[in-house]
């Protein structure tokens, strides 16, 4: 019999390989565009991420550190930090040296995080999702390695498969900590759509708010998991969209909300593109 291929699970020793076994498969490769697509997202959020942590001491934030350890910095330390950021921000769109870029842009991040005290969830996202395109091959298409001719259509998939994971955690994490009565009553979106200049006062009801605060939570949930299914992937895909763009309706009290919230959702949303196994390609002869 021929080599029956690189398997993962436990098998039983008493047994010929693959007869009556449990085998765990996971693919070895997967698709480029996909997760050169979700790099150049994450290069434009870093982007603008760049822009407003470094001009924030300027424009009055105050930065200092997140636990109170180390020295507080002058306004000029920051906005030279945000300048590298940015110039990495750019290299990763760009898909020069793409790598090393994701990694300076985890960095520069990190350091506003912990040094600023700049902590926010879509920038707690956005380091981990650099820090993982650094360890893929997030350049091989879409990138000026591929425009000369070193590109790939395929990639390791470890590094795609933790960032998915990453994405599910989000959502999951996300749901479970609205499991507690003061979300599911209504009352925690009550406070936070309050000052939503999309929303009517007359929503802000327990007949509106109640289903509302439960449906997030299902949909969460749903998502997290739903978007591992082939079968399930396009409904997840459209309950997640969905529940962003309302997140944004309902939460913005100003432009720089709506903003802020835009940039998770296009962190979280363009993380959907990492869950797929296989891109078609034009002009391709299927032969029986």
């Known amino acids: 019999r021929g080599d029956p291929g690189p398997r993962l699970g436990v098998t039983d020793p008493g047994r010929r390989p693959g007869v009556g076994a449990a085998v765990l498969r996971l693919p070895d490769t997967l698709p480029a565009r996909p997760l050169a697509g979700y790099r150049i997202l994450v290069g434009l959020v870093a982007g603008l991420k760049a822009v407003e942590l470094g001009a924030s001491p300027l424009l009055g934030t105050r930065a200092g550190p997140l636990f109170g350890v180390g020295p507080v910095l002058p306004a000029p330390v920051w906005l030279a930090l945000g300048a590298v950021m940015g110039l990495a921000a750019l290299a990763v769109v760009v898909g020069w040296n793409a790598r090393a870029a994701a990694l300076l842009v985890g960095l520069c991040t990190a350091g506003f995080v912990w040094g600023a005290g700049y902590y926010s969830n879509h920038t707690y996202l956005l380091f981990t999702a650099a820090v993982l395109l650094s360890f893929s091959d997030c350049d091989a298409a879409w990138s000026l390695r591929s425009r000369r001719g070193h590109g790939a259509d395929r990639v390791w998939a470890a590094p795609v498969l933790v960032l998915r994971a990453q994405i599910t955690i989000v959502y999951f994490y996300a749901a479970i900590s609205k499991i507690r009565p003061d979300f599911l009553s209504g009352n925690g979106l009550a406070s936070w759509t309050w000052d939503s200049v999309l929303v009517p006062a007359a929503m802000l009801t327990p007949v509106f708010l109640v289903p509302m605060a439960f449906g997030a939570v299902l949909t969460e949930l749903f998502v997290a998991f739903g978007l591992w299914s082939p079968r399930l992937r396009p409904v997840a895909v459209v309950a997640g969209t969905g529940l ?45």
């Open 244 to 288: 962003h763009l309302g997140m944004i309706a309902m939460l913005s009290d100003g432009l720089h909300a709506a903003i802020e919230l835009g940039l998770f959702a296009t962190l979280t949303c363009g993380g959907y593109l990492l869950f797929a196994d296989r891109v078609p390609v034009p002009g391709a002869v299927v032969v029986p």
